[in-house]
């Protein structure tokens, strides 16, 4: 997603794998400056996967972690924007009802949904 709310990368997985694994793809090659993100991308190895592109991490530590990591969290809040996305592609009913039964034509009408996005 770009600074203004925008879809920039989509993938689909199955509903049993974490966010986690498909992370790292999806920041490589961006031109960004700032990765922003909740508490279960809090990895050490995701982490440095963002700093060696040049970037900067702005992620909140989870709870039980035994040296918290400091975040900005006037950055942090501008994470809203990636729940304002969800609910944009979701006024799309094929999209949020998931009418499509296949993997690749659930995610065409994702893509189309996110192309309609940014057309307005």
């Known amino acids: 997603m770009d600074s203004l709310g925008n879809p920039v990368k989509i993938t689909l997985t199955e509903g049993q794998v974490h966010d986690i694994k498909e992370a790292p793809p ?12 909740d508490k279960g991308y809090d990895s050490d190895k995701f982490v440095e996967t963002i700093e060696s592109q040049g970037c ?3 992620i909140p530590p989870r709870a039980n972690r035994k040296n918290p990591r400091e975040y ?13 996305l969800f ?9 949020a009802t998931r009418y499509e039964k296949l993997a690749a034509t659930f995610l065409g009408m994702v893509q189309l949904a996110c192309a309609l996005i940014w057309l307005r």
């Open 56 to 58: 900067t991490a702005t």
């Open 87 to 95: 609910q944009k592609i979701k006024r799309y009913r094929r999209v």
């Open 72 to 84: 900005d969290k006037d950055v942090y809040s501008h994470r809203y924007l990636v729940e304002i």
């Open 26 to 37: 999806l920041i490589e090659g961006l031109q960004s400056t700032t990765v922003i993100a």
